[in-house]
């Protein structure tokens, strides 16, 4: 569930004035760091869309696509052939939990989401990377570029696409 609030947490963040932000589209990178030090590295796109509207298309190492809406997780793995879907809360509105994040100094915020606190790097007025230690204590690192924000997302990009032979697990 921990991964499931932080991606859509993740995919509503961009500028310091989080409050004007209706859209959001950038490619990432994201590091997850063990405590011996181990790496893992994962790349791809996000779009994001407010209410609660997120796309994130891990593109290596491996192929991946996360759909997340008001009321569902679609998780489309074309390497298992499979699509993993989850109910989610409709009472998570993360968009709304932006507001709330508290500014430390000019080029870092910090929110708590459940036990985790996760702080955001600004640059100027684009936030360029968000870090936390998950509940393994790995410490992860997503940093965004090629940000658009504002810009018109079609609503229909979240609905999730998959052949209709992937074995599908509701979970």
């Known amino acids: 569930m921990r991964l499931l609030l932080l991606i859509v947490f993740l995919i509503s963040v961009t500028y310091a004035d989080i409050k004007k932000i209706n859209t959001f589209s950038a490619e990432f990178v994201q590091t997850v760091k063990d ?19 997120a796309l994130w298309k891990y593109k290596k190492p491996v192929a991946k696509s996360i759909y997340i809406s008001p009321y569902r997780l ?7 052939e499979q699509v993993i879907t989850r ?9 709304d939990m932006l507001k709330r994040a508290k500014k430390i ?9 459940e036990d985790t606190i996760y702080h955001i790097f600004l640059d100027g007025d684009s936030i360029v990377s968000i870090q936390y230690t998950d509940e393994f204590d790995n410490k ?5 570029s ?12 979240f609905t999730p696409t998959y052949p209709l032979d992937y074995d599908i697990i509701n979970s």
């Open 87 to 95: 109910n989610i809360s409709s009472e998570f509105n993360f968009f």
């Open 105 to 113: 100094s000019s080029k870092h915020y910090e929110t708590h989401i």
């Open 146 to 157: 090629h940000q658009k924000i504002n810009k018109e997302i079609d609503t229909n990009l």
């Open 35 to 53: 405590e011996k030090g181990a790496l893992l590295t994962y790349s791809g796109k996000i779009l994001a869309k407010k209410p609660q509207y």
């Open 140 to 144: 992860v690192t997503i940093l965004f």
């Open 74 to 80: 679609t998780v489309v793995e074309p390497e298992l």
